[in-house]
Every structure is written in C-alpha cells, then in structure tokens.
C-alpha cells in the first residue's frame, strides 16, 4: 500500500532544530529557529503570560469546545492589537477574524479560503521568503512564483524592482507581504516605500496577504503594524496572518489570527463563515488554552503594560547582541557585509554565509544557521557570541 511513498526530505529550519537537540557537543549554539532566548540561553515564560497563566488555573472549571472561529473575547482581542482598536474597518465591522494554529495555521486556512474563491490566481512572495510560505500555498494547490526583494551586493532592498514586478502582475493576483522584521533577511520597506506599493495593490487590484509574525521586534507594536493598518485605512481587500509565538513566546500554545478585510460587512460576515467552515473541516475547533491566556493579558491593563515592557526589553537585548556581533566580526568582515548585522531587523540577519560555509559551522564549530545563511540573532547571548564570531572568522579565513 504504501510502498509508492517517498521519504520525506526534511523541513529546512524544524528538522535542522530537531538536530541541533540531538548534537551532544557541550559548546553547540542554536542560530537556526526564529526562537528568542534569554541572555541565559533559555526560552522565557513572560511574566505577563505566568500571572495571566496562574489566574485561569485558579478557575477550573468545564472543558468545552471552542467556537470553530475560536474565542470570543481572544478574537476582538487580537483585532485590536493588530489594527488598532479604533481602526475604522474594524469598528464597521468589515474585518472577520478567526483565531488560528499559529501564524502558519493562519496562513494556511487563508490559502485553502483564497484557492476556493480565487482558483485562478497565482501567488507571489519575496524572493527570498520563509521557506515554508512556499509549501503552505503550493500545499493549498497554488503556482508560487517571487517577485524580486533581497539585494545581496547591498544587503538591503531591490525596491524599485520588487515595484515594477508587482505592477506588472494580473489583477487578483494573491501577493505575500511581510508586515515587519522580514523573514529571513530582516530587511523591511520604510512608511514611504509602503505608501507607495500599497498604491500599486490598489491600483492594478491585487490581493495583498500579509504575514505578521514579529510584532513589537521591529519599531514596536503599532508602527510594526503601519502596513497592516494602511492597507484597512486605504480600504483595500486583504489577507492577514499573526501570530503570538515570538511576541508573546508561546510557540507550542499555536496562538495567532487569520483577519480578512472585506469591503463591507455584510461580506465580512459571509467570509467569517466560510473561514468558519473550513477550520471546521479542518481540525474542528481551535484549542482553549493558548488563547485565554492571550486574551487576558491583552485586555488586562497591568498585564498588558508589563508584556509590553517585557517585549520591548526582548528587542533591547536582540539590539544588543546585533552590535555585539557586528564588533566581534569588525576585525574579519568590513563594509555592507559587516554593516548588515546592525542594520537588518527583528530576529533575522542575512548573514551571506554560502551553503559550504553553514555546513562547516555546523560540522566543525557547532554553530547552527540556516542553509541559506539566515542568522537568529535572538539566539545570541554574552557566553555564546564569542564562539559565534570566532567559528565565522576561521570558515572565512580559509
Ligand atoms: C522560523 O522562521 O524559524 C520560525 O518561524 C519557526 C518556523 O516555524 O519556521
């Protein structure tokens, strides 16, 4: 029966975790997920998520099903933060939310919704993007093609090419955008460059989705947000994915959101419905767990304010492990290719590094970055930096 299954090749950043947990070298530095660790090395529990946590544990009680699009509460919750509470979309009504496993959950209800009510549309992502954008959408049945973005003689962004690739594409065409801290090169559009291609969206009628899965690592949570907000200002049609692995460091909880705008609300309420509907013929219903404690801190003032520092203080420490890096490399590296590791954004730096000399690190030095050479900064502290810059200075040298 099953003899005709190929073996599966592997994910290119979970299967590379998976065996950076197996390696039994003390001295191994895990650069490879987008994860933040703490300056011990740890994946923190937020201090807002433990008393938030602590309360819902205090009240035991049934276990019911969740709604299909997810809790109530949790959903108007994450609406606002990814809006703006008073975003005028959101209080007509014209947004449908659905919560979602994650970011990649997100993405993928979104896919399965647009290839039913858009079959004809081909989607387009960065050249590069996050490797699994790629098999979400080609999984949901689409042709994924890119558009031009990441400059490697520059380390920063190809605009007026990703522009006029994204002007010459066919109406509804579906375009993946990163809304901040792009993934992988940590290289993000300015307000201006936004304005701008959310002109040419609206204009040649495209579809944008946007992934947002770094809120609050870039510029913090509401300018990081700017493009997702424009675009419902503008009142153009559009997919958006978040997610509260990263911000909210709840990874395994699979806490995010799928929001569509629509043009009105009464097509908002039919899109909730058919959003509905294929989470129901999905996995049914999304878990409890995960959301409460999201929807309680966010609509906890004390607890809000204190995730929001604690955030802040995560981008503050990622900050400073860039320029730790950047000074450890300086007397090895020089020019843009120095430059990029200070001025790339979030938890990535594209760090150049070619596919020989990501396996030399790993082989020889226990350093773990993706095969494309995208480098977690966020898995950075004072101990392992060290060992970082030096296994990078002996691949280059020879
Ligand atoms: C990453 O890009 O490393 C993270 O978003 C984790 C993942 O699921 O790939």
Known sequence: MFEHIDAYPGDPILTLNENFQKDPRQKKVNLSIGIYFDDEGRLPVMQAVRTAEAAILEEPGPKPYLPMAGFAQYRDAVQALVFGAQCPSRTAGRIATVQTLGGSGALRVGADFIKRYFPASEVWVSDPTWENHRFIFERAGFTVKTYPYYDEATGGLKFDAMLSAIDALPPKSIVLLHACCHNPTGVDLDRAQWEQLIGVLQKRDLLPFVDMAYQGFGAGLDDDAFAVREIARRGLPALIANSFSKNFSLYG??????????????????????????????????????????????????????????????????ARMRVAIHDGLRAYVSGEALSRYIRQRGMFTYTGLSADQVERLREEFGVYVLRSGRMCVAGLNDKNVGIVVDAIAKVLAH
């Open 253 to 318: 909880e699979r806490c995010g959101g799928l929001h569509v705008v629509c043009e009105d609300a009464a097509a908002a309420d039919r899109v909730l419905g058919q959003l509905t509907g294929s989470v129901r013929s999905n996995y049914s219903n999304p878990p409890t767990h995960g959301a409460k404690i999201v929807a309680r801190v966010l609509t906890t003032p004390d607890l809000k304010q204190s995730w929001e520092k604690e955030l802040a203080a995560m981008c503050e420490r990622i």
